[in-house]
């Protein structure tokens, strides 16, 4: 069952203006977060706002927002074969868990100037593994 969708998009600009600014970086993303958006060198500042788009998707997925979830408690990052997905832990586990969800799907993409994210969060429950083919 589709308990949220949420979608956002993020001006590249921004990010550049951001990864200029002392720590602000820092704020938003998780560490390995901003290890692996900044080793794509000029690709860095699509992948941070990309990133960032996913983040607040996530929070309008839930239906709340992003109120009381730490930003860098929600980490994107990209599966071995290139796949993105979203982690959660601390504020962004409780909200999530508070929602009912129990699997997240999103998907990036970027263009130019701007970075588009899309979150669906959705609850799985037993018979919904067996139509999966899950048993």
Do not use: C, Q, Y
């Amino acid at each position: 069952m589709i308990i949220g969708i949420g979608v956002d998009i993020v001006h590249v600009g921004r990010m550049e203006r951001w990864r200029n600014m002392p720590g602000l970086p820092e704020r938003f993303f998780h560490p390995d977060e901003l290890s692996a958006a900044l080793s794509r060198g000029s690709g860095s500042d699509l992948s941070l706002a990309a990133r960032f788009a996913a983040k607040e998707a996530f929070g309008k997925a839930l239906g709340t927002g992003l109120a009381g979830i730490v930003l860098k408690d929600i980490m994107v990052a990209n599966r071995h074969n290139g796949r993105p997905e979203i982690r959660v832990k601390g504020t962004a586990r409780a909200a999530l868990k508070k929602s009912g969800a129990n699997r997240v799907h999103v998907s990036l993409t970027h263009e130019r100037d701007n970075a588009v994210a899309m979150v669906v969060l959705e609850s799985l429950d037993e018979s919904d593994k067996f139509i999966e083919g899950k048993k």
